[in-house]
């Protein structure tokens, strides 16, 4: 091991990522307890979350409040609890998905939908599984990666320590974890007739980057999604997962999509957004609303997120 390693190493003991080590050795803890349990763990967990002072709840609120504009006040509120259950409980889902054997994940989970993959891949191009990030997203794709080796695009976290756990842990299920950025890998993953899960669902304002509507609102959204599918011949089938009412999952891939890219890249996504629109639908409070998907691409676009006591900027 080189010094610049054993550096590395040393840099994930510093104090300042303790608790993320605290927080992970508790879920390895608690992994094994009866899932009712970890359903029950989950939304105590939540409910305290909710009432932490960091701008999550926040954020939720006002993405609910632009998303849902028809609902009550009352009514987002009870939203905004149950997302935070359902933040929860994706704590311990993932460590399932880390940790639990196969035989767990397959007695809670049905996937559905597997011969749309298998005749995608029948052609020989590769499939993209078009996905979005709800709070049961690991355990999906675990779910995935017992059924087919499966490469599964995800984007760094600035956390060494959790990134290390990330990408051994989905290293070790998936066939290949991608970086976001790592576009070589994942056309090669296509090229070579194999499925790469992806969700470009969030707020994205690199190169490639248009806004298109989202709920009606236009923010800035990645478009690269049929610029690959168009540059490898892949095809294209949504993936969505739910958690059910009363616990275990329902998993569905889609038939792959018709007259997929289109020449309008913008046209796709709105295309894919209407999707996942109606899947928020289904299960509101399992979409992952903390994250800030109202950006713009100019100055003047407004900041949804501002609070009332901030300056003006």
């Not at 993932?94 to 995608?120: K, V, Y």
């Amino acid at each position: 091991m080189g010094p610049s390693a054993r550096q590395g190493r040393r840099r994930l003991w510093h104090p300042r990522y303790w608790p993320t080590w605290i927080a992970l050795g508790m879920l390895r803890l608690l992994e094994p307890v009866p899932y009712p349990v970890l359903l029950w763990l989950g939304r105590r967990i939540g409910d305290v979350a909710a009432h932490l002072p960091l701008s999550f709840a926040h954020i939720a609120r006002r993405n609910l409040a632009l998303c849902f504009p028809e609902c009550t006040e009352a009514k987002r509120e009870q939203l905004l609890r149950d997302h935070f259950h359902s933040i929860g409980i994706g704590l311990f889902e993932t460590a399932m998905s880390w940790w639990s054997p196969d035989e767990r994940i397959s007695s809670l989970t049905q996937l559905e939908g597997m011969e749309h993959l298998h005749a995608a891949l029948a052609r020989g191009r590769g499939a993209i599984l078009l996905s979005a990030h709800f709070t049961t997203v690991e355990i999906g794709g675990r779910v995935l990666a017992m059924e087919l080796p499966t490469n599964i695009m995800y984007r760094p976290t600035k956390n060494p320590v959790m990134e290390r756990f990330l990408m051994r842990n989905r290293g070790l299920r998936a066939k290949r974890a991608i970086p976001r950025d790592d576009v070589r890998n994942l056309i090669t993953a296509l090229k070579s007739n194999e499925p790469v899960w992806y969700a470009p669902d969030q707020a994205y304002r690199k190169k490639g980057a248009q806004m298109v509507e989202f709920f009606g609102i236009p923010a800035a959204t990645n478009t690269a999604t049929s610029r690959l599918a168009r540059m490898t011949g892949a095809a294209v089938l949504p993936f969505f997962q739910e958690r059910l009412p009363k616990g275990g999952y329902r998993m569905v891939i889609h038939p792959a999509l018709d007259d997929f890219p289109s020449d309008d890249p913008a046209a796709d996504a709105r295309r894919f957004n209407e999707l996942i629109e109606a899947q928020i639908r289904k299960v509101p409070a399992q979409y992952l609303w903390v994250h800030r998907r109202f950006k713009g691409l100019v100055p003047d676009y407004p900041d949804y997120y501002r609070k009332e006591s901030d300056p003006e900027r």
